[in-house]
């Protein structure tokens, strides 16, 4: 999508929407002036859910030799772990 909207418009008016699209988030960022720390350990917090929870049960679901523990209890289980993780640390980023 990116490369036909980007031919519809000339270099100088992308050049010139990025420009102000940076000017206004840094402006942003600054007046709400997050932590980075918070911000690595939601970030952080959201990749280790999902790659320790959520993969695996994606990855029995998919894969034809691992089919048979696509529907387990402890599988489905997990899952929601992971999803109830995800939602509490995006939770966390919005309400915090």
Known sequence: MAPNVAARFSTSTLRLAVNIFVFVTAVLVAVVNP????????????????????????????????????????TIFVLVVGLVIMGVTVWDMIAG
């Open 35 to 74: 932590s980075i720390l918070d911000m690595i350990s939601v970030v952080g917090g959201i990749f280790v859910a999902f790659l320790v929870y959520i993969t695996p049960a994606l990855l029995f679901a998919k894969t034809t030799a691992l089919k048979h523990y696509a529907r387990r209890p402890d």
